[in-house]
C-alpha cells in the first residue's frame, strides 16, 4: 500500500456493481495499464454480506475493504481487521442509548442486520430522520447519522464514515502523492467524495447526490455504475 500510485476507492452497489458490461469494460481498461490499481471497496454492506457480492460478482479481491458505512476496515486476501480503527470506533459509542431514542420514534424499522459499530433503520419519509436527529442531538449522544436513497438511515459512531475510513487508511499508509479516484452513488458516500480528492458521481447515483453543490474535484458522470467510473478515471488521469 506505501508504494502504490493509483488507487480506486469506490461503493460497491450502485457504482462498481450494476452494469456487467461496464464493469467488464473497466476491469478491461485496468488490465492494460502499465501501472496496478489499488483497490478500496467502501461499502455500507457489513462483512459477510460484502464478501457475497464480491464472489456472485466475481469482483477482484480488493487490497482493503471498508464495510458498514466506514465502521470496520479490513486488509489483505484474508481481510484481517484492522484493530485500530475499531478501537477507535467504540471512542463515546452509546449504542444502547441510540436504541432507547429510536424505539421512541413512529416510522422508523430497525434493520436485521448483524450490527456491532452501526444502527440501521428504514423509513417510508423524512420525518422520522427529522426527529431521530433532534432527539439524538437534544440527548447529547455522540454520533454520526447517515439518510441516503431516501429511505436508509444509519446512526454511526462519531469518529466513523466512509470518508473518515479513507482518511485514515491514506494516513495510515502514508499515501500522499497518489492518482485517487473515489466513486459513489448516494447520500452515504457524500462524505468521501467531498475530502477534495478526484471523485465521481456516477450517473444513476440517487437524488440527494445529483442535487449536491458542484466542486472542479467532482466529476458527474453520464455512464452508469462501473461506466461511470470508467469515464471519471479518464478525465482525471487518463494517459
Not at 460478482?57 to 471498508?66: A, C, F, G, H, Y
Request: proline share 6%.
Amino acid at each position: 500500500m506505501t508504494a502504490t500510485k493509483h488507487i480506486l476507492a469506490t461503493d460497491l452497489d450502485g457504482t462498481l456493481v450494476g452494469d456487467p458490461q461496464g464493469l467488464q469494460q473497466l476491469l478491461d481498461f485496468y488490465q492494460q495499464q502499465t501501472y496496478d490499481v489499488t483497490l478500496i471497496y467502501i461499502t455500507g454492506r457489513y462483512y459477510d454480506s460484502a464478501l457475497s457480492l464480491i464472489r456472485q460478482e466475481n469482483l477482484p479481491i480488493p487490497d482493503l475493504l471498508v464495510t458498514d458505512v466506514g465502521t470496520s476496515i479490513f486488509s489483505g486476501n484474508s481481510f484481517t481487521k484492522d484493530l485500530e480503527w475499531a478501537d477507535l470506533m467504540h471512542d463515546n459509542w452509546m449504542p444502547e442509548k441510540i436504541e432507547e431514542i429510536a424505539d421512541s420514534i413512529h416510522g422508523l424499522t430497525k434493520q436485521p442486520l448483524p450490527l456491532e459499530n452501526r444502527r440501521s433503520y428504514f423509513v417510508e419519509d423524512p420525518q422520522p430522520v427529522e426527529e431521530l436527529k433532534n432527539k439524538l442531538q437534544s440527548s447529547s449522544v455522540p454520533h454520526k447519522l447517515i439518510f441516503s436513497g431516501g429511505r436508509d438511515v444509519d446512526v454511526l459512531p462519531p469518529k466513523s464514515g466512509k470518508g473518515q475510513a479513507l482518511q485514515f487508511i491514506l494516513k495510515k499508509y502514508r499515501i500522499e502523492d497518489a492518482k485517487l479516484l473515489v466513486a459513489g452513488d448516494s447520500g452515504n458516500d457524500l462524505e468521501m467524495l467531498t475530502l477534495g480528492f478526484p471523485s465521481v458521481i456516477v450517473g444513476n447515483a440517487q437524488p440527494e447526490l445529483l442535487e449536491s453543490p458542484e466542486h472542479p474535484q467532482i466529476f458527474r458522470a453520464t455512464r452508469h455504475c462501473a461506466g461511470g467510473i470508467h469515464e471519471a478515471w479518464m478525465h482525471f488521469h487518463g494517459e
